[in-house]
């Protein structure tokens, strides 16, 4: 066995978004001697970021008081800001709720603004190395945790090495900060190694769609910001959509579903595309063109459902911890205040132990708690969601209770449990035709001669009790068209999984959603994936 070559720093950090950028650029400003380095696996940085976005610019003031004068390429003040109730055809102006008064705040690209971030950490001497993704975590012989291992390149689908095989390197580390956004593949390990999550409920997350599109001119209003809830989604499915203009002709919009949804049936990708076509957007979008699309996961959770966020060696901060404030849509403050707020911690201690405790005193966590309950109260239909988030709002979350959170893929009911709901879907006219043409504006890019990153633990199961009890809904939840069940008469259904795994977006639903936990998503090859343009 050869010996793999090394890299040691003081502090690793795993992703490069708004939390792992933020917190680099803080440690690196408190102590410029700390050796520091980012590894992300997306070819470019932001590629595979994905967001609304609209953020409250503060945490940014702080972590870079000039930053005004030198914006990021897409940051348009905040204007107009609408709230609409939808039926099929209609749509109800509703008051604003709390939080969602964006006066003040920014529109801007999330991948655009790490894409800007990331240069202002390399100035203050941080390696910032793209392509490369992290596959494993390295443990010291007490247990604690070392650093991560890179993937390994050039290994084919039958894990033999190619002519450019490289081996991935250890990257080793004193502190190594996880900033992987939701439901990140190592977290996911060392929450379950390390036992985080022993105290708190399962975390929660919801799926984001979102495409930016070239419309005819005069047609968008840089700042308007619109949200919507109601139809496509029946009065028991969490979910709601957003209209963000921006400069230079072009719309940024998408839809939210909550993945605690039980309809077995449910399509996140179709809800988005008809959401698409009701009377109060489709006339934006007619005559336009799609310039970028894709979807993420995010933790939707919240307060009940944080795990420690500490283990010996390491952290986690941003999405990874689950910092998202769900009525407010944003985490993106919440990212970069924690992830200020560790860096501020590690410059003091260089160490992981104390974090928890801090966060928990934060106000990024008094920010949570005040609205814990308002997501779960969805979970009893959408008319007491409604009276439960106004009660939640009117005490300031003063409430006596904390609501409870169930893991995502415990809701879904099997086929015949569920009372199917009535879907009075219209006929869609606007691009894209279906997913795999979705897909194609993600610009999602896998060698196809690589191991497949989605580990399903028994096909046979999908191909048997599966079939019966929910007629495979990962070909339904997966926007991307990654799982598809192929005749195969060999098979009791006559129909096995084939895994097209070079569609894959990333946005982890697979590894959320599946009713039997047994698909497990870890990273492909480093720079593979989709590569989002100012999403």
């Known amino acids: 066995m050869s010996e793999r070559e090394t890299m040691e720093y003081d502090v690793v950090v795993v992703g490069a978004g708004p939390a792992g950028l933020s917190f680099a650029i803080r440690l690196k400003q408190l102590k410029p001697d700390v050796s520091v380095c980012v590894i992300e696996k997306s070819s470019t940085i932001g590629a595979h970021i994905l967001s609304g976005a609209v953020i409250e610019p503060q945490p940014l003031d702080a972590l870079l008081p000039g930053w005004r004068d030198n914006p990021p390429p897409i940051c348009i003040p905040a204007g107009e800001d609408q709230f609409f109730l939808l ?179 449910y399509k996140p990708w179709e809800a988005f595309q008809q959401w698409k076509h009701h009377p109060l957007i489709k006339p934006l979008l007619e005559g336009g063109s799609i310039l970028s699309a894709g979807a993420r996961a995010m933790a939707t959770g919240g307060f009940q459902s944080l795990p420690k966020v500490e283990m010996p060696g390491a952290l986690l901060i941003g999405d990874t911890a689950g910092l998202l404030n769900v009525p407010k849509i944003k985490g993106t403050h919440q990212a970069i205040k924690s992830g200020m707020l560790a860096a501020e911690h590690v410059a003091e201690t260089l160490d992981a132990s104390g974090f928890d405790a801090r966060l928990r005193a934060s106000d990024v966590m008094a920010e949570l708690k005040k609205v814990r309950n308002v997501k779960p109260g969805f979970k009893k239909g959408l008319w007491f969601g409604m009276a439960n988030a106004a009660w939640e709002t009117v005490t300031g979350g003063a409430s006596p209770w904390t609501l409870k959170n169930k893991a995502d893929w415990s809701s879904l009911h099997k086929l015949g449990e569920y009372q199917e709901p009535e879907r009075d879907y219209v006929q869609r006219t606007l691009p894209p035709r279906d997913r795999l043409a979705g897909v194609y504006f993600a610009a999602t890019e896998h060698d196809e001669d690589q191991p497949i990153h989605l580990h399903v633990a028994d096909t046979d199961i999908c191909a048997t009790k599966c079939v019966e009890e929910y007629d495979n809904p990962c070909t339904r939840f997966c926007p991307a068209n990654v799982y598809e069940m192929v005749a195969d008469e060999t098979q009791p259904h006559g129909k096995r999984l084939q895994i097209n795994s070079a569609n894959c977006v990333h946005c982890k639903t697979c590894d959320i959603k599946d009713p039997y936990e047994i698909i497990t998503w870890v990273t492909p090859e480093g720079g593979s994936g989709p590569n989002y343009q100012n999403l």
């Open 87 to 265: 039926s099929k055809t209609g749509a109800r102006k509703l008051p604003l709720p709390p939080g969602m008064h964006n006066h003040g705040n920014f529109i801007v690209s999330l991948g655009a603004l790490c894409a800007w971030l990331a240069p202002q950490a390399e100035a203050l001497g941080v390696d910032v190395f793209p392509g490369f993704a992290a596959a494993d975590t390295i443990y010291n012989e007490d247990g604690s945790v070392a650093g991560v291992r890179i993937g390994d390149m050039g290994v084919a689908k039958d894990g033999t090495h190619k002519p450019g095989y490289t081996e991935g390197i250890d990257i080793k580390a004193k502190v190594t900060v996880l900033a992987e956004g939701a439901r990140g593949s190592l977290t996911k390990q060392l929450v379950k190694r390390f036992k985080l999550d022993a105290d708190s409920d399962p975390q929660g997350y919801s799926i984001g769609i979102k495409e930016l599109w070239q419309v005819p001119a005069g047609r968008a209003t840089p700042g308007k910001i619109v949200h919507s809830f109601g139809w496509p989604a029946d009065t028991r499915t969490y979910g709601g959509g957003f209209i963000y203009h921006l400069d230079g002709d072009r719309i940024a919009l998408g839809y939210v579903s909550g993945l605690d949804y039980s309809d077995p049936n």
